[in-house]
């Protein structure tokens, strides 16, 4: 046997039967317990190994790499794949993301103006829940389409994928113009806007995940904040051209600026990993099977259920108190998102530092209290009466004001933290398939949530207290299961990181 010593990697000597100690990187000696060793091994004493307990720590380690060790169980895959966390390259990427959400975000946000505008002049003679088809169409796209897109992301980047959806996006808001029939809606909005949508957002967030680890949730906080600032930008833009330049050239120049914010994510947005070996371009549901993941699944399908109630009726829900102006109804989406961009960034800040599960339960559960604590009452106190009682108007645009900002600001995170959260489960080359999965069951969500609101809206004779408790029992349900996911991972340690 040669005793010349070969020398080894800190970290990486794995313990045999015939050593009762290992070195760690400190180089410290531990010891190790050969009763639990002789339960895993087979008892293998020769000369040599009882040579090696009684000598020093550096002869140990000699005999120890040139005795040949029982065969080990194959050591735990790790992940080699390194992040940037920032960097001019980096940064590009999340201002390209950025850009793109701007816009493809921000033609989501302002679903409340549209509903409020075309169902009191082009489908004046439709009700909500029919009209709601259109926006849960559009939803259902956006979120659903990605079962498709996240693999094809995953096998061959970003590049033609957003380019495509640039074109569909733009197109979809210069036919909106021209719409006068329902049909006109439903195609141009819900379906070619929907696919727009798709394109664009599926790209911008995994690519982040190129470029960023354990800031992941940040930068992709900050890309998120995009569509909120597209969602207190263009209602306020809206509001005002409607007035002063009708319907038409207000969405044709909402359109040109869409052509510019395309462009930059054209530009900007990339990927940076090789495709992880073995990939296709074909959706997994087998990963459904993972308690975490399906869990992760149901919680956002229910948020997704809550969130869009209030996006979608919210600015109708204002025109019908009689408490506010026109105008004022109007802008009220314009604050419900202006929480929605701090929403989007500060969460996910903290999420790199507290747990990106702990700051979407307090999220979630903050949701909770502003829909059932804030919204309820108030539409509690406008609903119509039998006997015409005087409403407290005070009580009633004051309560919309408060929630329009707690909840901007607490559902904020519904979009920036649910793909970080989906990623901590699964390889970053992977995350696309992953991402594109949960979507597609959340999709169902989207599809139905608007409808089912505004048929709950039409049921209860046109008062809004209805789909407070709607939207407030979802937020519940999404709760319950984000909660369990943390327990799963880490049990009931409420100071656990995670």
Same mark, same amino acid.
């Given at each position: 046997?040669?005793?010349?010593?070969?020398?080894?990697?800190?970290?990486?000597?794995?313990?045999?039967?015939?050593?009762?100690?290992?070195?760690?990187?400190?180089?410290?000696?531990?010891?190790?317990?050969?009763?639990?060793?002789?339960?895993?091994?087979?008892?293998? +004493?020769?000369?040599?190994?009882?040579?090696?307990?009684?000598?020093? +720590?550096?002869?140990?380690?000699?005999?120890?790499?040139?005795?040949?060790p029982a065969s080990p169980p194959p050591l735990e895959k790790t992940d080699d794949?390194?992040?940037?966390?920032?960097?001019?390259?980096?940064?590009l990427v999340v201002l390209g993301s950025f850009s793109g959400m701007m816009a493809?975000?921000?033609?989501?946000?302002?679903?409340?103006?549209?509903?409020?505008?075309?169902?009191?002049? +082009?489908?004046?003679?439709?009700?909500?829940?029919?009209?709601?088809?259109?926006?849960?169409?559009?939803?259902?796209?956006?979120?659903?389409?990605?079962?498709?897109?996240?693999?094809?992301?995953?096998?061959?980047?970003?590049?033609?994928?957003?380019?495509?959806?640039?074109?569909?996006?733009?197109?979809?808001?210069?036919?909106?113009?021209?719409?006068? *029939?329902?049909?006109?809606?439903?195609?141009?909005?819900?379906?070619?806007?929907?696919?727009?949508?798709?394109?664009?957002?599926?790209?911008?967030?995994?690519?982040?995940?190129?470029?960023?680890? !354990?800031? =992941?949730?940040?930068?992709?906080?900050?890309?998120?904040?995009?569509?909120?600032?597209? #969602?207190?930008?263009?209602?306020?833009?809206?509001?005002?051209?409607?007035?002063?330049?009708?319907?038409?050239? !207000?969405?044709?120049? +909402?359109?040109?600026?869409?052509?510019?914010?395309?462009?930059?994510?054209n530009l900007l947005i990339r990927s940076r990993l090789p495709p992880k070996p073995?990939?296709?371009?074909?959706?997994?549901?087998?990963?459904? =099977?993972?308690?975490?993941?399906?869990?992760?699944?149901?919680?956002?399908?229910?948020?997704?259920?809550?969130?869009?109630?209030?996006? %979608?009726?919210?600015?109708?829900?204002?025109?019908?108190?009689?408490?506010?102006?026109?105008?004022?109804?109007?802008?009220?989406? !314009?604050?419900?998102?202006?929480?929605?961009?701090?929403?989007?960034?500060?969460?996910?800040? *903290?999420?790199?530092?507290?747990? =990106?599960?702990?700051?979407?339960?307090?999220?979630?559960?903050?949701?909770?209290?502003?829909?059932?604590?804030?919204?309820?009452?108030?539409?509690?106190?406008?609903?119509?009466?039998?006997? #015409?009682?005087?409403?407290?108007?005070?009580?009633?645009?004051?309560?919309?004001?408060?929630?329009?900002?707690?909840?901007?600001?607490?559902?904020?995170?519904?979009?920036?933290?649910?793909?970080?959260?989906?990623?901590?489960?699964?390889?970053?080359?992977?995350?696309? =398939?992953?991402?594109?999965?949960?979507?597609?069951?959340?999709?169902?969500?989207?599809?139905?949530?608007?409808?089912?609101? #505004?048929?709950?809206?039409? !049921?209860?004779?046109? %008062?809004?207290?209805?789909? %407070?408790?709607?939207?407030?029992?979802?937020?519940?349900?999404?709760?319950?299961?984000?909660?369990?996911?943390?327990?799963?991972?880490?049990?009931?340690?409420?100071?656990?990181?995670?």
């Amino acid at each position: 046997m040669s005793t010349d010593f070969k020398g080894s990697k800190p970290g990486l000597i794995t313990d045999t039967p015939a050593v009762d100690f290992h070195v760690d990187p400190s180089g410290r000696s531990q010891s190790i317990d050969k009763t639990d060793i002789e339960k895993q091994w087979p008892a293998r +004493q020769s000369a040599s190994s009882v040579f090696l307990a009684k000598t020093s +720590q550096d002869e140990g380690r000699e005999a120890h790499e040139s005795s040949p060790p029982a065969s080990p169980p194959p050591l735990e895959k790790t992940d080699d794949v390194t992040y940037p966390e920032g960097g001019t390259a980096a940064w590009l990427v999340v201002l390209g993301s950025f850009s793109g959400m701007m816009a493809a975000f921000g033609y989501m946000n302002v679903i409340s103006t549209y509903q409020a505008y075309i169902s009191h002049h +082009q489908l004046a003679e439709y009700d909500e829940s029919t009209i709601g088809w259109i926006f849960s169409v559009y939803a259902f796209l956006s979120f659903g389409a990605g079962i498709f897109i996240g693999p094809i992301f995953d096998a061959y980047g970003p590049r033609y994928l957003v380019l495509g959806g640039s074109v569909a996006l733009v197109l979809s808001v210069f036919l909106m113009s021209i719409c006068t *029939l329902y049909w006109h809606f439903l195609l141009a909005y819900g379906i070619l806007g929907g696919l727009g949508t798709a394109l664009i957002f599926t790209p911008a967030v995994a690519a982040i995940g190129h470029w960023f680890n !354990a800031k =992941r949730a940040n930068a992709t906080g900050i890309a998120a904040a995009g569509g909120a600032v597209g #969602g207190v930008v263009f209602p306020l833009m809206l509001e005002a051209l409607f007035v002063r330049m009708g319907w038409a050239w !207000a969405l044709r120049i +909402q359109g040109f600026i869409f052509v510019f914010l395309v462009g930059v994510a054209n530009l900007l947005i990339r990927s940076r990993l090789p495709p992880k070996p073995g990939s296709s371009c074909v959706p997994d549901f087998r990963i459904l =099977r993972f308690p975490a993941l399906a869990l992760v699944t149901a919680g956002t399908y229910f948020m997704e259920w809550g969130l869009f109630t209030p996006i %979608a009726y919210l600015t109708s829900y204002a025109l019908s108190t009689g408490a506010v102006s026109s105008t004022f109804a109007f802008q009220i989406i !314009a604050i419900f998102n202006a929480g929605s961009a701090l929403g989007r960034w500060l969460p996910g800040y *903290l999420a790199d530092k507290w747990g =990106r599960y702990n700051l979407s339960i307090l999220a979630l559960s903050a949701c909770l209290l502003s829909s059932l604590g804030l919204w309820l009452p108030s539409a509690i106190l406008s609903a119509p009466t039998a006997d #015409g009682a005087t409403k407290d108007n005070t009580a009633i645009v004051s309560l919309l004001i408060v929630f329009s900002i707690f909840m901007g600001f607490a559902s904020g995170s519904n979009i920036s933290l649910t793909p970080v959260c989906v990623g901590m489960l699964c390889d970053t080359q992977e995350y696309g =398939r992953y991402y594109a999965t949960c979507y597609s069951i959340v999709s169902l969500g989207t599809l139905t949530g608007t409808p089912i609101a #505004g048929a709950i809206i039409g !049921a209860n004779g046109g %008062a809004y207290w209805g789909i %407070a408790c709607w939207a407030g029992g979802n937020y519940v349900m999404a709760l319950l299961c984000y909660t369990a996911v943390r327990v799963l991972k880490v049990g009931w340690k409420w100071n656990a990181v995670y």
